[in-house]
């Protein structure tokens, strides 16, 4: 990497020393106005969002806790043959090992969302910061017998420049969002036609899209978003085509489970 980049990056930390990954929506099907430019993003091996010239969408869940709705969700994923990516915490694999495991055998990603769920932005020790993400890399692999995937969402995309660093220095590719809507109230569930509505308003081509798996609303509208996905001509790719990892997969392969 070329020293001008860094010192740019080393500024834009001075400038913007922590932040929380918000978004401005101002032109229905268009990409969002981010905080931080992809290009800064990703020198840092981050990306909030895929190629905008590809009828593309990434799919993503964070999971703080269960509500009874993976399951439901899950059905709804396989009936489509869609890949996801589900950002879990260290209670969420304690508690919901069988879960996790039906994640992975059934072909999805599962990322880092830190073992406590803690404002990240606000750890500056380097090695408080990578506790957070080794032991629920430790746990994962304790309940999966498999390595867990290297990408990590910094919980309610609350982060720092810093922070971004420290984990690409683990081996880590944060993964923002570039298309989200409120529906982690949990007491506060927003209508299914008004969320579907919602979402579809905002999609767009390399959208990186943020569910939370605890909402009973996006459990109920999974398959008709993915059904209008479908019609509108889009398929979901994986992380791991996202970050260039993996070329894209043909249609039915089921190994890949990339969903045309």
């Known amino acids: 990497m070329s020293l001008f980049p860094r010192l740019g990056a080393a500024l834009l930390s001075v400038l913007l020393p922590l932040s929380s990954w918000g ?11 981010p905080p931080v430019s992809a290009q800064v993003l990703a020198q ?18 964070d999971a703080g806790y269960e509500n009874g ?10 009936a489509h ?44 020790d380097e090695a408080r910061f990578a506790a957070e993400l080794r032991d629920l890399e430790a746990l994962f692999q304790q309940v999966t017998g498999q390595p867990l995937p290297m990408y990590y969402r910094p919980p309610r995309g609350e982060y720092s420049m810093d922070n971004l660093a420290m984990a690409q220095k683990l081996g880590y590719r944060t993964v923002f969002w570039s298309l989200a809507y409120v529906d982690w109230e949990r007491d506060r569930q927003p209508a299914e036609d008004a969320a579907l509505q919602k979402v579809l308003s905002r999609t767009h081509p390399g959208a990186v899209v943020l ?39 043909s249609s039915g392969s089921p190994s890949d489970r990339l969903w045309m």
């Not at 709705?69 to 396989?78: H, N, S």
């Open 23 to 33: 978004l401005s929506f101002p032109t229905p099907g268009q990409p969002p106005t």
């Open 44 to 61: 840092y091996d981050a990306k909030y969002i895929g190629d905008t010239a590809q009828p593309v969408i990434y799919l993503t869940f």
């Open 69 to 78: 709705c993976t399951e439901a969700i899950l059905d709804a994923l396989a």
């Open 81 to 124: 043959h869609a890949p996801a990516a589900f950002f879990l915490v260290g209670n969420y694999l304690e508690q919901n090992p069988t879960l996790v495991r039906r994640m992975v055998a059934e072909g999805h990603t599962v990322g880092n969302h830190t073992y406590h769920h803690p404002d990240m932005s606000a750890i500056a």
């Open 211 to 249: 569910l939370h798996s605890t909402s009973t609303t996006n459990a109920k509208i999974l398959d008709r978003l993915l059904t209008a996905w479908e019609q509108a001509g889009y398929r979901l790719g994986t992380l791991d085509e996202l970050f260039g990892c993996a070329a894209p997969s």
